[in-house]
């Protein structure tokens, strides 16, 4: 069974940063199939529809919500069957609990706050 377990969110002050990190496990989810696998992490704040905010395909091609661009980076280590989300920049509008996707899968979820 795959899992994703999110780790790195917390408490921010606006124009900080923050880097969380996504770890996959599970026996079918080895890590040949991880490396061609498109990982995404999502976020959905208070009262609001969970929304796409990075994408990185198998060729670490990858793609962010307008939101984001230019503050966030998504990565990807193979070997450690690891994503990552930097997040620079943060703002208030960027609180929200964060997700990790793939494979019809979702994470747990952590909770990133932006506020002075």
């Known amino acids: 069974q795959v899992q994703f377990v999110e780790s790195g969110g917390g408490l921010v002050q606006p124009g900080g940063s923050l880097r969380l990190s996504c770890a996959a496990s599970?026996?079918?989810?080895?890590?040949?199939?991880?490396?061609?696998?498109?990982m995404s992490w999502y976020r959905q704040a208070p009262g609001k529809q969970r929304e796409l905010v990075a994408y990185i395909d198998s060729g670490s091609n990858t793609n962010y919500a307008d939101s984001v661009k230019g503050r966030f980076t998504i990565s990807r280590d193979n070997a450690k069957k690891m994503v990552y989300l930097q997040m620079d920049g943060l703002k208030p509008e960027d609180t929200a609990v964060y997700y990790c996707y793939s494979a019809n899968k979702w994470g747990q979820g952590t909770q990133v706050t932006v506020s002075s």
């Open positions: 599970g026996n079918i989810f080895s890590g040949s199939i991880f490396s061609i696998s498109a």
